[in-house]
């Protein structure tokens, strides 16, 4: 185990029981100020250190790193540097927050300088993000949609429990929490009988998602193991993958989600570490029919994540509406990485890869109001009293997720947009 990951280290940073960001968590991410540019921060509870002044100013001379790694708009080039540099960061980091090391925490100038609070700073993109692919990996999910649109008997088509299924999506619209969106409009079907119509999407939807921020790039031609998978992933952020269900229902067929999907996707803005992630680690589904062999892996890969989702109309209390877990994924994030590059597709640096709809068994764990509602038939109630079918116009979602074990938490921070009227 990580020495970053020890549950008994205490912060000399006052962090409240709760928070998502202890120091066993230190997530990267981009920030800036009024006056300043962005560049690379962590978060240790309710503030963010600044790693190009704590590099400037000696903290981090002995892992070498060129300055202008820490002054950039996204964390691409810092990823690049490879799992050992990232990794000692982080090491060097929890070292100098630890509250028997003196270095920063005597030193009340420099914490002056090195310290902001969270709520001071403007979150960015934590990465470029160069291609995105969304999969469709929970089984509680497919089986509940195959059940509401096709065959309840024959929910799962014949490929599913063979292979992650997948699409590539536009990376562009990915854009990072708080940024809003108006609704989107396209062409929808009334009716089997009636000509398509244009005009604004009437079953705006959320999608509960994660995504894994590739760490490790390959050549064309190469492909990466189940084994070696975790080499190329450098860390997981929390994912909202809008989706407008009337649009795709018309013009899904042949090809698969195109503008019902790629109007906005939203990401929470600190990527955590899978080193971090490493202690809640849990086993799988137990996979059946018996997958090829580049799919089969060994050891516990799923991971246990509390995702809880709200839906917050415009001047009123959010509502929880979704209480599900990233362990009821079927398959992995390595299995994901080892189909998507078995043909040769080559990784870059910042990639994004999200898991698809997080589903559970039960009916409060599903993630979509395509399925909490079932398909609008079971609206859901607001805290104002008003119901929710799917997502009204200025309604905000807001994900949050995070792992808990042995009194340690690690958390994601949130994902929210709101949904502005059409233009």
Known sequence: MSKANDPSLKSWIEVELNSDFPIQNLPFGIFKTQSSSPRVGVAIGDQVLDLAILNK???????????????????????????????????????????????LRDNKEARAKVLQYISNVQMQMPVRVGDYTDFYSSIDHATNVGTMFRDPNNALLPNWKHLPVGYHGRASSITISGTNFHRPKG????????????????????????????????????????????????????????????????????LGPFLAKNFASTVSPWVVSLEALEPFRVPGYKQDPKVLPYLEYTGEKNIDITLDVFIQPENAEETIVSHSNYKFMYWTMEQQLAHHTVNGCNMNVGDMLASGTISGPTPDSFGSMLEITWRGTKPVKMSDGTERKFINDNDSVIIRGYCKKDGLRIGFGESRAKALPAL
């Open 57 to 103: 100013l000696g903290y981090l001379d002995d892992l070498k790193i060129d300055n202008a790694i820490f002054t950039n708009q996204f964390l691409n080039d810092f990823i690049a540097l490879g799992k050992q540099t990232t990794n000692a960061v982080r090491e060097r980091i929890s070292h100098l927050l630890n509250s028997n090391t003196a270095d």
């Open 187 to 254: 062409q929808t079907k009334p009716s089997e009988t009636e000509p398509p119509v244009y005009g604004p999407c009437k079953l705006l939807d959320f999608e509960l998602e994660t995504a894994f921020i590739i760490g490790k790039g390959t050549q064309l031609g190469e492909s990466i193991s189940t084994e070696n998978a975790d080499d190329h992933i450098f860390g997981m952020v929390l994912f909202n993958d809008w989706s407008a269900r009337d649009i795709q229902t018309w013009e899904y067929v042949p």
